[in-house]
């Protein structure tokens, strides 16, 4: 089979949502000779791509999404020890964690995999954080990027909060923040503070390569 | 007989000014029965807000019904909205189902502003199936605040309602089957498994959700409706599930909807999501449900709000009152003049097609100007309807 072969086989994998199969065909694209970052950029990314494209056209919801993620993740762990860690596609690095108050992990682990297929470092910090564990985050990995993640509209709101505690310990004009979730608002989320919210994960990596620049 | 109640209808009643030409109750009722009213009436879901705004905080009222009932009739009393929401968290959505000693691990109370959060209580679909199998909700209801708080704060607000002359009515709610079947879980294992686990286990989950939810009306049959409550809101799930999982799994929604609206004649339905203009389609065509409380499809939104408001008011006409405007973030974010021109371009897209309601599609946030919640108020108040 070609390495041409091996990727589609992977990227359709995670449209098909092949959660059996994944491994598999991980493993047997190494052994054909794709790099790991061929196979986790061509092959897993490439399929992470076509789910947006299908979840922007209405042709899939976020039950299919959810499941297409765990595919790619499950791909995604076997390669990542083998990357390079100075991966030149990577254009930043995000904490990412669920708003004080929320325990939704929806969004969260959709946003991941579609961050990390288009060169965003995630660090997940968790769900209903406090406020002060994105201050430490942002001190200890220096990223460019929070994420708030938020699954219901009052905790959206606890936004403006957040965003005054990392600008009380001095640390808002070292990053960007953007809210997601599916109750998120970008014009509600600039007024709290932030610099702009998303409600699906392809359109915030849009909205975050325009923020770091890269658009 | 409720102290607490007693005092407010001594302080109110026969004393108010009235607002327009009809009652509170009269124009609500009227709205959702698709006939003319003096004004667009306003019944913004404040369950939250109200408690701040009467200068309490939630964990103060968390175990007080009393606070929380005079929480609920003061608020009324200064806005003179249309409607008086029931306060209510989600603990009594998931209290029943586990033991008192173990509760504690599964509820934070946030801030004083904030509410309640809770953790699922079955991880497993297996888990879940057993919970309900089981009937775990019928063991653990006696100690549980779905009886120790909420019902005697409900029968307190009806005890209000009925005392007043029905001037004002009293909305309550109850969560739809798979409101439920997403709760106990959490949402996100819901939704995987509507594509990983088998069809018939998924239904007969959702099954066993429909059933306890029918015991439960029977709970509000006889405490709610035969105490003079007529206004029911669902809260639905099924926010994030694509038009396959709603053809496949709502109809237990649809079931539940239309024995509620057997009982209760005012019944309307809370919804929003991802799939909304599907989900507004089903709930459109069920049978008894006067009004839709609705939001925002969430992607795929190139419609402007005003076209969406009339889209959606076009999908109503002859069938339901549409409640809608402003958006909860635009309440508590945007500026009291923003809240007022929402407001205003929702009455304009929704009025030529069928009846409106200014509701917005969640709850008023904790946070929410007072200002911003009467903008809302006063908007509808300056338009008489011809």
């Known amino acids: 089979m070609s390495q041409t072969n091996h990727i589609e086989k992977l990227a359709t994998a995670i449209e098909a949502m092949d959660m059996a199969g994944i491994s598999t065909l991980v493993k047997d694209a190494l052994a054909a000779g794709l790099t790991p970052a061929e196979v986790l950029s061509k092959g897993l990314s490439e399929g992470m791509r076509r789910v947006g494209v299908k979840f922007n056209a209405g042709e899939v919801y976020m039950p299919e999404v959810l499941v297409a993620c765990d595919v790619y993740f499950a791909g995604l762990n076997i390669v990542r020890p083998l990357l390079a860690t100075n991966d030149e596609t990577i254009i930043g690095t995000m904490v990412l964690g669920n708003i004080h108050g929320d325990i939704h992990t929806v969004g969260k682990q959709v946003a991941m995999p579609v961050f990390e297929a288009n060169g965003i470092r995630v660090i997940d910090l968790g769900e209903n954080l406090n406020d002060n564990v994105f201050v430490e985050a942002i001190k200890k990995h220096k990223p460019q990027l929070v994420g708030l993640g938020t699954y219901m509209t009052s905790t959206f709101m606890h936004t403006a909060e957040?965003?005054?505690v990392i600008t009380e310990a001095g640390l808002r004009d070292q990053v960007k923040i953007i809210c997601g979730g599916p109750a998120v608002d970008a014009e509600a989320a600039r007024r709290m503070g932030a610099d702009d919210a998303a409600d699906d994960a392809w359109e915030a990596v849009e909205k975050i390569k325009k923020l770091l620049g890269r658009a | 007989?409720?102290?607490i109640v007693d005092q407010w209808v001594e302080r109110l009643k026969g004393k108010l000014p009235p607002v327009g030409e009809m009652t509170h109750w009269e124009r609500l009722a009227a709205a959702m029965d698709l006939k003319k009213t003096d004004m667009v009436p306003v019944a913004p879901e404040l369950d939250y807000w109200q408690i701040t705004y009467a200068g309490y905080s939630h964990k103060e009222i968390y175990n007080d019904v009393d606070k929380t009932t005079d929480a609920c009739i003061k608020t009324w009393a200064d806005l003179r909205c249309d409607a008086i929401w029931m306060y209510i968290d989600i603990s009594h959505q998931?209290?029943?189902?586990?033991?008192?000693?173990?509760?504690?691990?599964?509820?934070?109370l946030r801030g004083?502003?904030?509410?309640?959060l809770f953790k699922p209580i079955a991880h497993t679909l297996d888990e879940a199936i057993a919970l309900y199998e089981t009937k775990a909700y019928e063991r653990y209801i006696n100690d549980s605040r779905a009886v120790t708080h909420y019902t005697p704060h409900m029968l307190q607000l009806l005890e209000f309602q009925e005392k007043m002359d029905r001037q004002v009515p009293v909305i309550l709610g109850m969560a739809t089957p798979t409101n439920y079947a997403e709760t106990v879980v959490e949402v996100q294992n819901f939704l995987r498994w509507m594509v990983v686990e088998p069809e018939d286990k998924m239904r007969h989950y959702l099954n066993l959700c429909l059933q306890e939810r029918l015991a439960s009306l029977e709970f509000y049959r006889e405490y709610a409706a035969k105490n003079g409550c007529q206004f029911m809101c669902l809260f639905g799930g099924a926010r994030t599930w694509g038009p396959k999982h709603l053809d496949k799994f709502a109809d237990v929604d649809r079931i539940f909807a239309e024995k509620v609206a057997e009982i209760f004649p005012y019944t309307f339905w809370h919804h929003c999501g991802h799939n909304l203009p599907k989900a507004l389609d089903m709930i459109s065509a069920t049978r008894g449900v006067k009004g839709v409380q609705y939001d925002m499809p969430y992607y795929g939104q190139t419609v402007t709000w005003p076209e969406w408001f009339e889209e959606v008011a076009r999908k109503f006409h002859g069938k339901q009152c549409a409640m809608n405007a402003p958006t909860t973030q635009l309440a508590c974010h945007?500026?009291?003049q923003q809240v007022s021109e929402m407001v205003d371009q929702f009455i304009d897209a929704t009025l030529p097609h069928t009846t409106a309601c200014i509701m917005p599609g969640c709850e008023i946030d904790s946070f929410t100007p007072v200002e911003n919640?009467?903008?809302?108020?006063?908007?509808a108040r300056a338009r008489r309807i011809k």
Request: glycine share 2%.
């Open chain 1, 162 to 164: 957040t965003v005054r």
């Open chain 2, 1 to 3: 007989m409720s102290k």
């Open chain 2, 112 to 116: 004083d502003k904030d509410y309640l």
């Open chain 2, 94 to 108: 998931i209290e029943n189902f586990i033991p008192a000693e173990k509760r504690p691990e599964h509820f934070i």
């Open chain 2, 334 to 336: 945007g500026t009291s």
């Open chain 2, 373 to 379: 919640v009467k903008a809302m108020i006063d908007t």
